[in-house]
């Protein structure tokens, strides 16, 4: 997580951070929100997704539980290890928070890759 997005999450109120905190807690919950943001009616298993996002099968599965517990992902069924299933059926309020933590991150990196493009351009003049 970025400082900026760990900047905004401080000033949310308590019930709100605690959500934004729990969800972006890993890389590899990133990595899965980041997956389902683009592939939202995807259904898979922890092996599946963690073929996906090129994870550790065992390291998804239990981030994928803590997501199914925080209301972000849905368990289809629970089989206790990493063929239990999962869509992404976030709680109203959690997929609004989640949108805008995405919206937050997207705006950082087109910031950083126009900086980016700047410094290029004036080091080729």
């Known amino acids: 997580m970025s400082k900026k997005l760990e900047k ?38 922890a092996q599946g997704l963690a073929n996906i996002i090129g994870r550790s099968p065992d390291q ?19 089989n206790g290890d990493k063929s239990s299933i999962y869509s992404y059926e976030p709680a109203a309020k959690v997929a609004s928070l989640i949108k805008i933590l995405f919206e937050l991150h997207n705006e950082e990196h087109d910031l950083l890759d126009k900086l980016e493009q700047l410094i290029k351009d004036s080091q080729n003049r």
Not at 24 to 30: R, V
């Open 8 to 45: 905004i999450i401080k000033n949310f109120n308590c019930k709100t951070k605690a959500l934004a905190l729990e969800i972006l807690d890993s890389p590899i919950k990133w990595d899965l929100l980041n997956f389902y943001q683009t592939n939202p009616f995807s259904i898979h298993t």
């Open 60 to 78: 998804v599965f239990i981030e994928a539980e803590e997501l199914a517990s925080a209301s972000v992902l849905k368990r289809i069924s629970r």
